[in-house]
């Protein structure tokens, strides 16, 4: 149940697992933005779902 403290809890800890992960990605990587694909044009953009998918 979404209202539920355990519902809760682990979606808190699964957010700070991801928002670690990601900033880990960016600083090997050396990006300063993560943006869904599609989230940006007009600029270089590198791919890093297998590169996230592998630090989680």
């Keep these: 149940m979404k209202e539920s403290a ?10 700070a697992v991801y928002r670690a992960t990601l900033e880990k990605v960016a600083q090997d990587k050396g990006v300063k933005l993560i943006v869904e694909t599609g989230g940006v044009s007009g ?13 989680l």
């Design 43 to 55: 600029v270089k953009t590198l791919e890093l779902t297998d590169a996230i998918i592998e630090s």
């Design 6 to 15: 355990r519902y809760i809890q682990l979606m808190e800890e699964a957010t």
